[in-house]
C-alpha cells in the first residue's frame, strides 16, 4: 500500500506543477529569493514569479497567463536568467482568434541590475509588440478601439505624414504602457529569436494544438 502511494504522489508531482517553489540566490553579496505563485481569476489562469529581497519584494513577472472566450485564446509566457550580478526576464505572447480583430503577439526582454548595496535596477528593456494600448489619440484607432492603426506599419515603412503620426503614436503607447523601448529591424530580430530560444519548450508546449482544434481557437493566429 505505501509503495502504491508514493507511486501515486510521484504521478502527481511528474503531471502537476509545483506552486510555492522558492529559489534562492546570492547576487553581488546580498540575497534574493524567487518564489513562484499561481493566481487564479474568472476566466483566466496564471503562474507569477515574485522577487524578494529579504522579505521585501521588488517585482513580479508573468510566467505564464492565458485567457480568452468562446472565441479567441490569448497566451503570455515567461522565464528567467539569473547571471552574475543580472537579472533577466523573458515575456512572449501569442494569440489565436475565431473572429479576428487584433491578436497579441510580441516579445520582451528586461534586465536588471543589481548594485552593490543590494539596489536592483532596470538596466535596459526591449519591447515588440502588436497589441491593444491606451492612446491620447482615439481617432487612431479601428475595430470598436482593438486596433492602433499604427499597427500596419510596423513591418513596411509609412509613406504618408499621416500614417508616420499612426506609427509614432503607436510606439510612444506602447513605451509608455510597457516601460520599454520599442525595436525595429535587426533589433527586432534579435530579440525575437533569443525569447523564442528561450521559450522554445513552452511555446511549443501551448500552442502545438492551435492548428488541430481550429474550430476552438480560430484560424487565424500569431
Known amino acids: 500500500m505505501k509503495k502504491l502511494y508514493a507511486i501515486f504522489i510521484l504521478i502527481l508531482l511528474v503531471c502537476y506543477p509545483v506552486f510555492g517553489q522558492t529559489k534562492t540566490y546570492r547576487i553581488n553579496h546580498h540575497h ?12 483566466e489562469r496564471a503562474e507569477v514569479v515574485d522577487l524578494y529581497r529579504g522579505k521585501k519584494k521588488l517585482l513580479s513577472h508573468t510566467l505564464f497567463r492565458e485567457g480568452g472566450d468562446c472565441s479567441a485564446v490569448t497566451i503570455q509566457l515567461g522565464d528567467y536568467l539569473v547571471e552574475k550580478n543580472h ?3 523573458y515575456a512572449y505572447w501569442a ?5 479576428p480583430s487584433n491578436l497579441k503577439f510580441g516579445f ?5 541590475s543589481v548594485t552593490d ?16 494600448v491606451e492612446t491620447t489619440n482615439p481617432d487612431f484607432l479601428i475595430g470598436h478601439g482593438w486596433t492602433h492603426k499604427g499597427i500596419a506599419y510596423l513591418n513596411k515603412p509609412p509613406t504618408t505624414d499621416e500614417e508616420k ?22 533589433e527586432h530580430q534579435t530579440l525575437e529569436k533569443e525569447v523564442r530560444a528561450k521559450l522554445k519548450d513552452k511555446i511549443a508546449e501551448h ?13 487565424s493566429k500569431k
Do not use: C, H, P
Open 32 to 43: 534574493f529569493s524567487l518564489e513562484t505563485r499561481e493566481v487564479e481569476g474568472e476566466s
Open 117 to 132: 548595496k543590494g539596489m536592483v535596477k532596470l538596466k535596459s528593456s526591449k519591447i515588440y509588440i502588436e497589441d491593444t
Open 87 to 89: 537579472i533577466t526576464f
Open 165 to 186: 503620426r499612426w506609427l509614432a503614436d503607436y510606439v510612444t503607447s506602447v513605451e509608455k504602457q510597457y516601460k520599454a523601448t520599442f525595436v525595429f529591424g535587426k
Open 95 to 99: 494569440s489565436a482568434d475565431r473572429m
Open 108 to 112: 520582451q526582454k528586461q534586465v536588471y
Open 207 to 219: 500552442t502545438n494544438d492551435w492548428d488541430i482544434y481550429k474550430e476552438a481557437y480560430g484560424k
